[in-house]
T-cell receptor
Framework: DQQVKQNSPSLSVQEGRISILNCDYTNSMFDYFLWYKKYPAEGPTFLISISSIKDKNEDGRFTVFLNKSAKHLSLHIVPSQPGDSAVYFCAASPYSGGGADGLTFGKGTHLIIQP | KAGVTQTPRYLIKTRGQQVTLSCSPISGHRSVSWYQQTPGQGLQFLFEYFSETQRNKGNFPGRFSGRQFSNSRSEMNVSTLELGDSALYLC???????????????FGDGTRLSIL
């Protein structure tokens, strides 16, 4: 069973608009959530994270929102730029200080920024 | 600061062979984790090493093994290769185990393994 789900395999957004990527999880033990960005032929690059004690974390154009009761998080990118075109992975960890089971990843959403 | 280095970048093997992949973590990072990425399953956790000890292992058969050296470099070995082992194998390092919290995992560019 998939504990971290990204239900949209792909998303197309116009340059300058807001991109919203969604992620749902089922395991209540997840305590920390991360977003990674991946270009072809490269490894994932860490973008932003959020602890379960917060509901929002912002870093420049990137904001992550966490709705713990709904077990849902989203990544907002504003404004979207052509270089944002990549696959975005949502990941979860069971412990804030370091998990026992590594990171659990969603299957990714391919974001395409159109000019 | 140099990133995570994985070698080789590409590898072609045949069924039944065995393979060893190498990972050099970011300097100072003592935790190394391995992941398998396939189109159908996404990124799946293989195992994690910290201070030369395997801390935990994902749901993979015993053909998949690894080790970590005193300099934190890690190797992953797959024996009796099967067609389904074709994948991108990613290594990630972090200061502390787990990859969550304030010390996220940083990934290498992976080794693309193809089984013929």
């Amino acid at each position: 069973d998939q504990q971290v789900k990204q239900n949209s395999p792909s998303l197309s957004v116009q340059e300058g608009r807001i991109s919203i990527l969604n992620c749902d999880y089922t395991n209540s033990m997840f305590d920390y959530f991360l977003w990674y960005k991946k270009y072809p032929a490269e490894g994932p690059t860490f973008l932003i994270s959020i602890s379960s004690i917060k509901d929002k974390n912002e870093d420049g154009r990137f904001t992550v929102f966490l709705n713990k009761s709904a077990k849902h998080l989203s990544l907002h990118i504003v404004p979207s730029q052509p270089g944002d075109s990549a696959v975005y992975f949502c990941a979860a960890s069971p412990y804030s200080g370091g998990g026992a089971d590594g990171l659990t990843f969603g299957k990714g959403t391919h974001l395409i920024i159109q000019p | 600061k140099a990133g995570v280095t994985q070698t080789p970048r590409y590898l072609i093997k045949t069924r039944g062979q065995q393979v060893t992949l190498s990972c050099s973590p970011i300097s100072g990072h003592r935790s190394v984790s391995w992941y398998q990425q396939t189109p159908g399953q996404g990124l799946q956790f293989l195992f994690e090493y910290f201070s030369e000890t395997q801390r935990n292992k994902g749901n993979f058969p015993g053909r998949f093994s690894g080790r970590q050296f005193s300099n934190s470099r890690s190797e992953m070995n797959v024996s009796t290769l099967e067609l389904g082992d074709s994948a991108l194998y990613l290594c990630a390092s972090s200061l502390q185990p787990g990859g969550g919290g304030n010390q996220p995992q940083h990934f290498g560019d992976g080794t693309r393994l193809s089984i013929l």
